[in-house]
Structures are given as structure tokens and as C-alpha cells.
């Protein structure tokens, strides 16, 4: 889904303009609130919304973050 601004609605893939841009992706760390470990890291576009964000959400199946599950990030001042 797609939200136009003028229209102040949701509007379809069907119903949108697709114009391909260049962007650049920021790699993020979220550190844990313990201390301990390396944190978790993501890929984003929108770096900025890191000290908004709550929560990061991984399968709790996957190897790779199961030391994160469960685990809190540490707060922004």
C-alpha cells in the first residue's frame, strides 16, 4: 500500500507511478540495554527513525539472532 498525501488515502501498487531513484542504504546498530554483545544490526534508508524506533523483530527460529530474542536495546537520551 502506498498513502498519497493529497488525496490523504491508500492507494494500490495498481494505482501508483513507479519512478526508480537512487538511495543509499545505512547499516544501523541497535546496542543491547545490558551492555553485552555487539547489539543487532539492520539495513534501512530512513536512518532517522532510529531513535523512534521500539522494537526490532527477528524469527526466533533463526540461529543468527537467537542470542537477541528477548533481548531490550538500549535507550536514547
Known amino acids: 500500500m502506498n498513502w498519497c498525501p493529497r ?7 495498481l494505482e501508483t507511478v513507479h519512478e ?16 553485552k554483545g555487539n547489539g543487532i544490526e539492520v539495513a534501512t534508508t530512513r536512518p532517522e527513525t532510529m531513535l523512534g524506533d521500539t522494537a526490532v523483530a527477528v524469527h526466533p527460529d533463526d540461529d543468527r539472532y537467537r542470542a537477541a530474542v528477548g533481548r531490550l536495546r538500549r535507550r536514547f537520551r
Open 7 to 13: 488525496c490523504r488515502t491508500a492507494l494500490s501498487d
Open 20 to 35: 526508480p531513484t537512487k538511495g543509499k542504504l545505512y547499516t544501523v546498530r541497535y546496542p543491547f540495554a545490558d551492555g
